[in-house]
């Protein structure tokens, strides 16, 4: 508990994937995907309770033996497939779960550090009267353009050192923080007022196709953290 507030962690898995077949499951540093970030979860003191919400009939049956902390909801037919947005999932978690804020991240993130989403929550905590959400990105500083060749954060006919750009941020889907008041006013994880929270690099691969599976393995060995 936080302050007297239930921190629920929220962490949906499907069954299925189109780009990397079976990447959930598929061995990760020694062991299924999935089983990463479940004990990412488990390892940050602040979280009170995973919530795996699956539509698995693998996950039903074995999350619950990884911690102490996770409770699995079979997820509802009208809620599977792969064009269900993950809003409306989150929706009926809320319904059926009790808690004051929630932190969310997927499978595809195993190389998020327990001590990243603590920092997360503590940064989201530290500014709750600013903000109402908080969401992780990648900054970058770096010179972009549009599409018709327009420049986006720099002058052309000012070069000036990259570090000193205006940073652009990228949202990277790795950690999400938001209340249960939040989430009902827009039916979203991210608010009206939400926080960037820039991630470590090394951290904030999301594998959504094969090269990023490939680069996930390759840090989690250069880093030695799996």
Do not use: W
């Not at 503590?122 to 990105?137: C, G, K, R, T």
């Not at 000036?160 to 990228?170: A, F, K, M």
């Amino acid at each position: 508990m936080i302050h007297s507030r239930k921190v629920v962690a929220l962490l949906p898995i499907k069954d299925n994937s189109e780009r990397v077949p079976g990447k959930n499951f598929r061995e990760f540093a020694g062991k299924p995907l999935y089983q990463h970030i479940v004990e990412t979860l488990d390892r940050t003191y602040a979280v009170d309770e995973i919530v795996i919400d699956t539509d698995s009939p693998r996950v039903l049956l074995e999350a619950p033996k990884l911690s102490l902390k996770v409770r699995v909801i079979d997820r509802p037919p009208e809620l599977r497939g792969d064009m269900v947005s993950t809003n409306l999932i989150f929706a009926h978690d809320l319904e059926v779960v009790e808690g004051d804020l929630f932190v969310q991240t997927h499978a595809t993130n195993p190389l998020l550090r327990s001590e990243t989403v603590a920092r997360a929550l503590a940064a989201f905590i530290e500014n709750e009267a600013e903000y109402d959400s908080l969401f992780s990105v990648n900054a970058f500083h770096s010179r972009f353009y549009r599409a018709d060749g327009t420049p986006v954060n720099h002058d052309p006919e000012t070069l000036i050192r990259t570090q000193d750009l205006p940073p652009l941020y990228e949202e990277n889907s790795c950690v999400y923080v938001f209340t249960r008041e939040s989430f009902a006013k827009r039916g979203r994880r991210i608010g009206e007022r939400p926080m960037m929270f820039p991630t470590p690099p090394t951290e904030s691969v999301d594998i959504d196709d094969e090269f990023a599976f490939r680069l996930a393995e390759l840090l989690a060995l250069y880093s030695g953290s799996r």
